[in-house]
């Protein structure tokens, strides 16, 4: 199996580096007659794009997608759909001096070691870039599942200030996607005194997913649960995972747990129970603060750019357990 | 790619019911020469064993392996290993009540939706007693490690108790595998009495990896921490998972992260440092309180019984990842 | 992927020397509430078994199967079905002499340069005895695929000796599955003669599948007739795979090709099209003529008791293919 | 596992139709360090593209591939391998009738039934054109193996004509590729004759694996044999796969067998000997000849355009199982 794919039926195969000539994804098993166009691409690709606010980083990123393959006449043929997106202002030079000095933090030195020769420029494929790629594959899985099925991820906390109230209309219209919009602007100023001192905030998000059918995923190796944790790990910036009552667990009796069926994040043994299922990551503060803080091209807060990947991932185990739950 | 098979290398298969006739695994790429038997497997397989303190079930099961193939006048062959494990004491009948009454926060309601026909002794496949074949599939991949690579499980906390010291030496000394003795008799105490009151509880669990070679793991979607979090959900029991800061990411700011490298938590790019790996796991309280209390047939917390389990499947992750670099 | 597992969705992983303490499968992702039982592999192994005819070798194998796990109250419950069937009557020290004297044509040399440590007995894992683990997968593949699909083996020729007529109800009333009863009666004489003079015949195997269902296999990696290829010689004894025309091919010209849809073998485009599938498989004569000839524990002429496996191996694709077309 | 993937530890994905935006291939799973360009793949690119000849369609394809990642400074990363090759000249209205004119010998019909909605432009996925994608993956797979290691395909036999001598030096001075220039003669003649009747020809290819190392492939689903026929047989073209004697072990005695090696194939118990690895496989005569002959859209004789096509499959399975070897 592929280090860069992702997936038991439906698949995803990523590839580029973030200063290459392209990024990609090829998705397959995707079933056919599914309407698909570059739009739907775009709708999702924005809400992760940097430069979109003063708590991101100010670089631009156009991410033109061009879907190549497996898409006829509006609509996917069951072949793999492959999508492509040109760097365009990648000014690599920027990045020179990372040739010779590695980032703490940072995949750099560890890359160095394990592959000698390695693409220094912006992090090549360790970057954040390459999951636009990821934002991509979520848009088909999401078309694949049924049309009820809700994905809404939020910020639950930045530093000190942790979301009070969840009201999901109020998500998109601020900059730090929290569903509470007194918690988002203390959020929003806490980042950008950071951002002014050079420094950065880690936070947390949780996905919430509705709708969800019951019955996906499986007893032992194929548990829904730890197909989201790889997921969602394999984010970057994720330095933890939990479902449910998540960590909370541990000061808990098993009479408290089981009185409240909120408790089992909807997926019990493993397989959805059909009730809402809810994740949570814990992102870190970004590392590369050091020495691209000059040039304005790194995020103070990365949490509202990664909480479309973490949809877009969850989005597809949940369309990669529903295609298999078909043959069950 | 079965749901009941893990790794990419280095592979293991898992079979049986916890009433059924047997449980087992087959291990496959594990390469020849290397020493093996049965008592190798029986040093693990005792510590994940229950009815051996005040605080684990008072079932009795024996579990004695026998390695049916791939080892051949001691050593491995590099063909598969086959290790089998009778059940024996299963006392089916005091699960007939279950046939129609499943239990709440388990997994007996999402089995009987998802596969209509199901083996409702015990938990069948969910039941905890699957995990044996996770350690015995650990015992193999410590063996195709370098001998230098240790992995330290140990409890961190149960319910309001939390370990403040680190004595590795004291770690098996205590029923509840914590590493610091003084917290641990205030752990044993509060689950005794939880289970006095027909209760249970979580807790947290610390892995340790000392000497984990530098270079493991993959930049994209092979992350050794997104192998890792899909190897520790796989425990039914756990319901979180984090490396390094963990979740006290979201309250850190990036100097803070940066300033002590045991936030990166041995791991950076999803490659490891060859720095301490330090994971750690949330454990739900057994739910199987209500029904099963009577007999005492279940564990008032399984905390200590899943640090074997956990250690397991941390050390089979790390093995596949050695295996996989030698190709890089 | 284990090189000990066949399959994508419907998975089988082997173990077992032909000489160590048993050998076994577990099939997975087999669907719950399928009747299966230990008779139901006792008829299919029965035919694959050694020492039923003057043809083949006198070994006596018993080949007692035992369902371990993945069958409930007579039905599949959806999880991995594991069969273990132990050896008896191996007879280990009969083999004694080929620790240090690798047979010809035998994979004995390439196992002592590739694995160092090798089990000499029988042949380890390379004896054909490990095919019993094939059939057993066939028999629960079958039961998956629709009840009106056949898949009927026969033996086509054995040395200059062809078929010249296709009667499927005589096949199972000669030792050499043939359905042209005269040509069986010349084809056994000729193999009897060769097993007196100590030595071996090759010969050719038809498969014919029946009623397959349209739509099963993939466009590009996954076409029906690679996987079958794949399963076919994934058979120690095999030496080649045609379908439809096959070699034949060879010499004709399109308009010939096109004008009867024989020649396409029921594949287009590597999908099935409902028609006929016809498979064939040239199969060596066995090599260990000289050093086992003495002790008659070879089979002049292993056709016959291929034949079953290859059944079971295409059953096993179709199978597979059958589920996978459910996501698609 | 995606149905457009092929490999284990060297993995390559394809995408893209033959009348879409472009084609393309991504391999994961090549070590870092390696030297890899453009240039490289024009090389063989060249080998496999029509409008060559007399005897290949007239059809004009530029193939031109782009690096799009996995490549930097001229050399391997060890990050996926992207490479795309635009469709030019795509002339789809040539193929406008082909919408509710299915083919007869090709997938159109079956791809109808199966997808409900498809490409019928050119064949869409099931177009030769797909394997260019292949023999790039080939040209990654070729550099991976020690450099000794040589695979030529020729040209065995094309109708009645089959090559008496074979002089690799020859093969790439006939439009046939037949290592006989006499045969070649023949062969070409007699496919020309066949395109002025609106015919074609089938024909028979031999793949010659020379330096082969020592120890390639798996004891029982990982043969090597089966890997390479499952290869072969993912070519559209190809009817039958035979190594080291093939069919003709079907009128063979076991005596007649073990004399010679060369029956072997260069593969024993599934494992590479080291000695020459010889490779045959059935071609049939191209079956697009009604509709398309009058555009003078395809090619008499697909034999010579195949041989690059199964050079690059053979290679690839080598690689891979090169790499794998490395974990044993």
New interface residues.
């Given amino acids: ?6 997936g ?2 439906l ?1 995803m ?5 973030s200063h ?5 994804v ?1 998705v ?2 995707c ?3 599914i309407a698909l166009s570059e739009d739907d691409l775009l709708v999702q690709l924005k809400r992760r794009r940097p430069g979109q606010s003063s708590i991101t980083t100010s670089r631009v990123e156009t991410d033109e997608p ?5 898409v ?2 509006g ?8 999508v ?1 997106v040109r760097n365009v202002n990648q000014r690599s030079q920027d990045y020179e001096i990372l040739r010779d000095h590695p980032r ?8 160095s ?7 220094h420029r912006g ?4 970057s954040g870039r ?1 999951t636009l790629a990821r934002v991509i594959a979520g848009v088909v899985a999401k078309k694949i599942l049924p049309k009820e099925l809700l994905v809404v991820g939020h910020c639950l ?4 200030h942790r979301a009070q109230t969840f009201d999901p209309a109020v998500i998109e219209d601020n900059d730090v996607r929290c569903a509470d919009a007194v918690a988002a602007k203390r959020m929003i100023s806490y980042i950008e005194d ?1 951002r002014d001192g050079h ?6 998000i949780e996905i919430l997913i509705k709708n969800a059918p ?2 996906l995923g ?6 829904l ?10 984010v ?1 910036a ?21 009185a409240d069926r909120k ?3 909807g997926i ?6 059909g009730e809402d299922i809810v994740l ?1 990551a ?6 590369s ?2 020495q691209t803080a000059k040039t304005g091209r790194h995020d103070p807060c990365i949490v509202p750019r990664v909480i479309p990947v973490l949809e877009a991932m969850a989005t597809f185990v949940l369309a990669d357990a529903y ?6």
């Fill in positions: 199996m592929s280090s860069n794919s992702f038991q039926i698949t195969t990523t590839f580029g580096e290459g000539a392209a990024l990609g090829v397959d098993g079933p056919s007659g061009e879907i190549l393959s497996g006829f006449e609509k996917t043929t069951g072949m793999p759909i492959a492509l703490p933090g940072h995949a750099d030195e560890v890359y070691q394990k592959y000698s020769h390695r693409d992090g090549g494929r360790s390459e906390q930045v530093g000190p950071l420094n950065s905030s880690g936070g947390l019951q019955g499986d007893p032992v190796f194929g548990k649960k730890a197909r989201l944790a790889d997921a969602v790990l394999s970057g994720v330095t933890g995972f939990s479902y449910g009552i998540g960590f909370d667990a541990a000061t808990q009796t098993g009479k408290e747990y089981i408790n089992f994040g019990l043994g493993g397989i959805s129970t949570r814990s992102i870190k503060p970004t590392s603060i050091e295609l298999h739950s078909k043959t069950q």
